[in-house]
């Protein structure tokens, strides 16, 4: 262990790299907020912000895997990594311009990930809010089947 290391998003990244993840969450870089978040809530809002971003550096065949290896990890009940990718799927399945093998695969991924069983949020937990939000966000998309289950 680096006893150096001062980025704990980094370093949790790079144990996910090595991992049954590798190739889902152990592909982001996890950039730092400038400041450190005040909540856990906002912790977790500033971490799938950087997923976001990630993701969408990712080019589109990049993007299409990084869909389905989550629907994957989703289906062998690893499931932690799937909710700082919500936004870029989200994005990906209502924005017109996505390429329709991308669109199919962040759709399949939604659609297993708002499938029993999935995340619950717990109050009892940090990020309650947040995980909440991220959730919710999905209750526009044009995906009856992922909008119903938000709700």
């Not at 907020?33 to 809002?45: F, I, Q, V």
């Not at 969408?56 to 290896?69: I, P, S, W």
Request: no cysteine; net charge neutral; aromatic share 6%.
């Amino acid at each position: 262990m680096n006893l150096g290391e001062t980025n704990p998003l980094e370093r949790a990244a790079r144990d996910y790299r090595r991992g049954m993840m590798a190739d889902t969450f152990g592909r982001l870089h996890f950039t730092p907020p400038a400041s450190r978040p005040a909540t856990a809530d906002a912790a977790l809002s500033a971490l799938a912000q950087s997923a976001t971003n990630d993701i969408r550096a990712l080019d589109g065949a990049e993007r299409v895997q990084f869909f389905t290896n989550l629907r994957r990890d989703k289906t062998l009940d690893l499931r932690a990594a799937g909710i700082v990718a919500v936004p870029a799927a989200r994005q990906a399945v209502i924005a017109a311009d996505t390429d329709p093998a991308e669109r199919r695969a962040a759709r399949a991924f939604l659609l297993e990930w708002t499938t029993s069983p999935t995340e619950q949020a717990d109050p009892h937990l940090p990020a309650y809010d947040e995980r909440v939000a991220l959730w919710r966000s999905l209750v526009d998309v044009p995906v009856p089947e992922i909008a119903n289950m938000v709700r």
